[in-house]
């Protein structure tokens, strides 16, 4: 059973090489900066506090790894996209960020955020191309989905689950609000199936 109160932060890593032992299983967060990854995080952990968030794009710099029990964990990998920093560390994110996804064999399934406003950026379909090629399974947050009403939250929905299945059938979607908490069930079912473990 995996009981998501219990996240806790266990390390943090600015390069690959300082990850935690390659062992268990994972799920990483990935997602545009300000798509709202760190509080996707706190909401479906149940924990307030557990990932730090912030108005300004890109404050997570770090790969992020918190322990649900002693071979599970959850992962927040930097944000990319229009984070206001210099190209430089925008390069050096994407760097681990690459070797990270390629050689990290506990990763079993990637949470992928994405402003419902604006979905599927250029680096959004970047990573959900490389998934496709890699074959692992990616789950899509349509994040801040509060901010629109039912009827135009659920005729995005439609129109990019029609999309995936044509262009990334390894992929899901579903509707998703840390404000008020909608899709959070939802999001941890799909969770606790890659780290293979019910809910609590």
Known sequence: MIDFSRAN???SAQRFNQCPADSGAEVAFAGRS???KSSALNTI???RSLARTSKTPGRTQLI???ALDDERRLV???GYGFAKVPERVKQEWQRELTLYLEKRQALRGLILLMDIRHPLKEYDRQLLDWCQSSKLPVHILLTKADKL???AGGGILQKLRHQLNK???NSTVQLFSSLNKQGVEEAREHIANWLGAPTK
Request: aromatic residues 20%; hydrophobic residues 40%; glycine residues 14%.
């Open 76 to 78: 927040d990998l930097p």
């Open 34 to 36: 300000n798509a709202g």
């Open 9 to 11: 932060f266990l390390v």
């Open 149 to 151: 009403s039912r009827g």
């Open 167 to 169: 262009d990334y059938p």
């Open 45 to 47: 952990s149940g924990v």
């Open 64 to 66: 992020n790894f918190f």
